[in-house]
Nanobody, 119 residues
Framework: VQLVESGGGSVQAGGFLRLSCAVSGYTYSGICMGWFRQAPGKEREALAGIFTGTGAPYYADSVRGRFTISRDNAKNTIYLQMNNLEPEDTAMYYC??????????????WGQGTQVTVS
C-alpha cells in the first residue's frame, strides 16, 4: 500500500485547509484509512478514521466538529477538511492505512506526511 499526502501549507488562525491522501497498491474499496498528526516534541496524535467501503467516519474528541474525514472512491483518495484552524494545529499530518476493517487507531501503512503551519 502506498500513500501520498498533499494539501498542507501555511494558513492564518481561523482559516482552513483540505488535506488529500492518494492510495494505491490495494483494493481501495475495502480499506480503513486514517489521519494523524505529530507536532515537534509531542507524541503522534490520532485525528480521524474512515472505512472506504462504507464511508463511516470516526473522530478523536480533540477535533470532532472542526475536522471532517471523507473519501472519493473514484479517485482512490481520502480527505481531511480542517476548519477554524488554530496555532495548536501546527504539525506534520500523516495518512495511514489498514488493509482490513477499522480497529480504532491501529494502522499498518503510513505516508510521508504533509506539513501544516497555522500562525
Amino acid at each position: 500500500v502506498q500513500l501520498v499526502e498533499s494539501g498542507g501549507g501555511s494558513v492564518q488562525a481561523g482559516g482552513f485547509l483540505r488535506l488529500s491522501c492518494a492510495v494505491s497498491g490495494y483494493t481501495y474499496s475495502g480499506i480503513c484509512m486514517g489521519w494523524f498528526r505529530q507536532a515537534p516534541g509531542k507524541e503522534r496524535e490520532a485525528l480521524a478514521g474512515i472505512f472506504t467501503g462504507t464511508g463511516a467516519p470516526y473522530y478523536a474528541d480533540s477535533v470532532r466538529g472542526r475536522f471532517t474525514i471523507s473519501r472519493d472512491n473514484a479517485k482512490n483518495t481520502i480527505y481531511l477538511q480542517m476548519n477554524n484552524l488554530e496555532p495548536e494545529d501546527t504539525a506534520m499530518y500523516y495518512c495511514a492505512a489498514r488493509t482490513a476493517y477499522c480497529d480504532g487507531w491501529r494502522f499498518s501503512y503510513w505516508g510521508q506526511g504533509t506539513q501544516v503551519t497555522v500562525s
